[in-house]
Every structure is written in C-alpha cells, then in structure tokens.
C-alpha cells in the first residue's frame, strides 16, 4: 500500500487472500451439508451472547436481527439443518467481559456447542479463550478488534477487523511516504488504539504520524483544531465516538481544517449521519457495509428478511446474517462434533450480502470487500451512496500467528 491519506473514522468502529472455495456462493442453504443425522432429531442449541442493553445495544440489535434473517436464509425458512431444529438460546452482556464469560460458562454447561455474538472488542477477546479452554465454536460478531483473527483455532469473525477499515480508507487517497498525519483522537483506550493503528500502517510506508489527543469529556474543541491547523498535516485521521461528535466536527469546519485537508471518516450506523451535520458532503467515507451497498442474493435477503421485522438494513445487520451463515454450514457438516465444524469453515467461501466471503484457512481473518462512500442529501436527512466498492485482497489483512 502506498497511499495519501486523509482519515477521520468517527462513530464506535469498535476498536477498525487466497484459499480454496467450498459450497456455492449464494445458493440459500449451500451452507448444510451431509453430516450428522439426516432425518429429524433433537434440536441443535445456538449460544447467541451479544449486547440486547449497554453502550453498544443499538449494534447488538442490528446484528441480533441480521442474525434472524440469515438464519431463514441459509435454512430455506426451515429454521432446520439436516433435520435439527436450531434452537437459539440468548444473554445479554451489556458489554460487559465479566457477564459474557459467565454466560458463555453458563451456555457450555448447559451442552451448547456454538457461541456467537460479541458487540465488544472487550468482550470477544475474554470469550475467545473461554471458547478454546471448552472446545465450542464461538463466532465473535461486530467487535473489530484485529486480535481476534488467529487467536486461537476454535474462534471466528462474522465482520470485518479495523486493519480492513484502514486500508479501505488507504484505496482512496494517494502515495503517503514522507507525508505529515495527525491523528486526532479522544486520549481513551479507544482513541489509542486508532493512534496506534495508524502509526503502526502508515508509518510503515513513510509517513510522519503525530497524535492529538482530547479529553473524553471536552467541550471546547478550538484548541485542538487550531493545533491540526497549525501542523499543516498533509492527511489527517480522527477517531471519535461520543456525543460531543457533532461539536467536534463543527469546530474543524469553524477553523477552516476542511479547506486544507482531505478528509475520509468510518460511515457509521444511520443515527449517525446527522452528527456531520453541514460538513456531511465535505467528507469522504469508507464503509464496512451500508443500506445500499450491493444487491447480491444474499443482500436481497437480508432486506426482506429486516423489512418483515420492521426494520431496515444497516452497519451490523450484516455481522448478523453472516453469522447465521456459518452456524449452519457449520452445524451442517460437522453436527455436534466440534473440530469437525472448524475444519468446515475454514477455507469455506461463500456469499453474503456484502459480496462473496473467504474465512482465510490459516487465522480465521474473513476476507471481503469494502466499499467508500459519500453522504448525500435525503429530504431533511442523509443516505450513504456507493462510490467504489474494494476486492477484498486490496484490504486483506496479513496473516496472524495462532
């Protein structure tokens, strides 16, 4: 990668390729095969541990309904594999670690063989060991963090990690060797990880990174947007999330930051949108997925599968539905035999309504495309329009070591 880069990824973005094919992409249902009983049996239970309450709730329910329709998608309405009713058995975290782990415990006691969910980075990254200690499949969900690809061989992904995001961001700018980036973030565990992110993948390719890091809590954001000024950055990244946002942004607007420097934001969930407020089309936007995004099988799935629901397509619908994807190849070729279902998806490439999916054989990373985008003007609101979607190997993530 060597690209000019100009970044602000706002919004909780939580934390932010070639293998063999299996199955048919887009067929509903490719994803049971053969194995275990063929006729009617005992129903397979589905550990669903996500976030129904706590900071991150509004992205538990969009993947806890993407999760429905992929379910009816991969099952052709039968709600069935191979005879198995799935029967899904649900805990709320909150995101809290400590509350997951005890009810992923509670889950694998009661003879679950499947976990999936996690809203929270946090949350996946005490669950994934919990999973590995107990030899159950967990299929983290939204969390983005990069360290759960490879952790270990019974934990996967249903969404796409943060070092994804960023080389999407990557794709739309130019060369970034010997460029100045300030990144301007909240001083939290979350903006430091950006921070670090950014310095990790840019200044690898020459760039100059300089951080700016705000209180959590401020109210006055002049100080630090004259300061992104005064560097004079040649790209420039901010990591946001919070509901000061909107005043954030309307202070960079005020110190003329958007007149020297181009910039590229994460496109977060619709009740967002109206945070950017008047410098919504002044930005460019990378996007792990957005109503809109594609029109694939699965896509077209998912929409009717929400709209009966009453509700619509948004970020993490998708986590959702790729999720109820790979419960059911997994449950359909390997049964209760959980070594079985990881060989199963690995290397399993598939659709999904981003496009077509590879889960990488080597650390579980799931390969993908990616899409930028723009805001554009919707009524009284914003919608997100597409303008280039990116192969998943242009943002593939290195491989982890297990």
Same mark, same amino acid.
């Given at each position: 990668?060597?690209?000019?880069? #100009?970044?602000? &990824? ?32 005992? /129903? ?14 509004? @992205?538990? #329910? ?10 009816? @998608? ?7 594999? $191979? ?24 889950? =694998? ?18 669950? /994934? ?9 967990? =299929?983290?969900?939204?969390? /983005? ?8 061989? @019974? ?19 130019? $060369?970034?060797?010997?460029?100045? &980036? ?61 509901? $000061? ?20 934001? +994460? ?12 410098? /919504? ?28 629901? +009453? ?6 619908? $998708? ?22 279902? &990881? ?43 597409? &303008?280039?979607? =990116? ?12």
């Amino acid at each position: 990668m060597s690209k000019r880069w #100009a970044l602000v &990824v706002a919004g909780a973005l939580l934390g932010s390729l070639a293998v063999g094919a299996c199955g048919t992409p887009g067929a509903p249902g490719s994803a049971a095969g053969d194995a275990g009983s063929g006729g009617a049996g005992a /129903a397979y239970t589905v550990g669903l541990v996500y976030s129904k309450t706590g900071p991150l709730a509004t @992205y538990g #329910a969009q993947y806890r309904a993407g999760f429905d329709a992929g379910l009816a @998608y991969a099952t052709r309405g039968t709600g069935k594999v $191979n005879g198995h009713p799935v029967t899904l058995s649900e805990s709320d975290d909150a995101g809290d670690p400590a509350k997951a782990v005890s009810a992923a415990t509670d889950l =694998i006691g009661k003879g679950a063989k499947v976990i999936a969910g996690s809203t929270s980075s946090g949350v996946a990254l005490q669950v /994934a060991p919990l999973a590995a200690d107990n030899k159950v499949l967990f =299929i983290s969900g939204p969390a /983005a963090t990069d360290a759960i690809t490879g952790i270990n061989k @019974y934990t996967f992904r249903s969404g796409r990690e943060t070092y994804q995001d960023v080389m999407t961001a990557g794709t739309m700018l130019g $060369n970034v060797s010997g460029k100045k &980036v300030t990144v301007l973030a909240q001083d939290s565990a979350f903006g430091k990880a950006n921070i670090a992110g950014v310095t990790a993948i840019l200044g690898k390719e020459g760039a100059t990174v300089t951080p700016v890091a705000v209180p959590s809590a401020a109210t006055d954001f002049t100080p630090f947007a004259t300061t992104v000024k005064a560097q004079k950055p040649d790209l420039l990244f901010v990591a946001w999330a919070g509901a $000061n946002a909107t005043q954030m942004w309307q202070t960079l607007s005020q110190q003329g930051v958007f007149d020297t420097t181009k910039v590229v934001t +994460g496109l977060d969930i619709k009740a967002s949108y109206a945070a950017f407020g008047p410098v /919504a089309d002044k930005i460019s936007f990378l996007s792990h997925f957005f109503d809109g995004a594609t029109s694939t099988p699965a896509y077209q799935a998912l929409d009717a599968g929400l709209k009966k629901q +009453g509700q619509t397509v948004d970020l993490f619908t $998708n986590d959702g539905f790729v999720a109820a994807q790979m419960v059911v190849r997994a449950l359909g070729q390997g049964g209760t035999d959980v070594d079985k279902m &990881v060989s199963s998806l690995e290397g399993w490439s598939f659709q999904g309504p981003k496009g077509d999916l590879t889960i990488r054989k080597e650390d579980h990373a799931v390969l993908q495309p990616m899409f930028t985008a723009k805001l554009v003007k919707d009524g009284a609101g914003w919608k997100p329009q597409l &303008v280039k979607t =990116i192969d998943a190997a242009t943002v593939a993530p290195p491989v982890a070591a297990k």
